[in-house]
T-cell receptor, first 117, second 111 residues
Framework: DTEVTQTPKHLVMGMTNKKSLKCEQH?????MYWYKQKAKKPPELMFV???????INESVPSRFSPECPNSSLLNLHLHALQPEDSALYLC????????????????FGPGTRLTVL | QQQVKQSPQSLIVQKGGISIINCAYE??????FPWYQQFPGKGPALLIA?????SEKKEGRFTISFNKSAKQFSLHIMDSQPGDSATYFC??????????FGGGTRLMVKP
């Protein structure tokens, strides 16, 4: 089973709202990722967790706050977003981080389509 | 700096034809090369992947050809079908680093 699930599928929020995106995997993967994808572009890495610890933060604005409650779950808390933050937010997981490439192969969830009004 | 260059940006193929997407990389430390297929509104799905010590890998209608000396690799889709219409991303990865994506190719297969 190579499934990564994400909820919700769609989210519309105002600039003053607080919302959260959720991601779950049950493949025993120890690395989890958040990406942002704009139309017609490849995914852009935002955050990486390895063994439930934040490993990489790609200079993402503080209005995005990641959380990894356990090895299967990854959240992205959203607050005071801007209209330009509207995008498809993707979660991914891989067996490991920082090892031979085959074990770092990432499996993506279906994404959350976020619209900021 | 874009470390993986992908071409073409868009491709139109007739049903039953061969779709070919090319990628070139710069970093010789890359040690694994996955291809992802993405349908509109969906997440990228791992399609097929290859190690640099293998020159070709085939899975059904999908084949990766790899030329290590030229630092190039390509995806061939044989007998292309309308259901193959999607965006394809090549990618590269090495230990301790993240996925580096190509710019993507939008494939349309006409009936």
């Amino acid at each position: 089973d190579t499934e990564v699930t994400q909820t919700p599928k769609h989210l519309v929020m105002g600039m003053t709202n607080k919302k959260s995106l959720k991601c779950e995997q049950h493949m025993g993967h120890r690395a989890m990722y958040w990406y942002k994808q704009k139309a017609k572009k490849p995914p852009e890495l935002m955050f990486v967790y390895s063994y439930e610890k934040l490993s990489i933060n790609e200079s993402v604005p503080s209005r995005f706050s990641p959380e990894c409650p356990n090895s299967s779950l990854l959240n992205l808390h959203l607050h005071a977003l801007q209209p330009e933050d509207s995008a498809l937010y993707l979660c991914a997981s891989s067996q490991e981080l920082a090892v031979a490439g085959i074990l770092s192969t990432q499996y993506f969830g279906p994404g959350t389509r976020l619209t900021v009004l | 700096q874009q470390q993986v260059k992908q071409s073409p940006q868009s491709l139109i193929v007739q049903k039953g034809g061969i779709s070919i997407i090319n990628c070139a990389y710069e970093n010789t430390a890359f040690d694994y090369f996955p291809w992802y297929q993405q349908f509109p509104g969906k997440g990228p799905a791992l399609l097929i992947a290859i190690r640099p010590d293998v020159s070709e890998k085939k899975e059904g209608r999908f084949t990766i050809s790899f030329n290590k000396s030229a630092k190039q690799f390509s995806l061939h889709i044989m007998d292309s079908q309308p259901g193959d219409s999607a965006t394809y991303f090549c990618a590269a990865i090495h230990a301790g680093n993240m996925l580096t994506f190509g710019g993507g190719t939008r494939l349309m297969v006409k009936p």
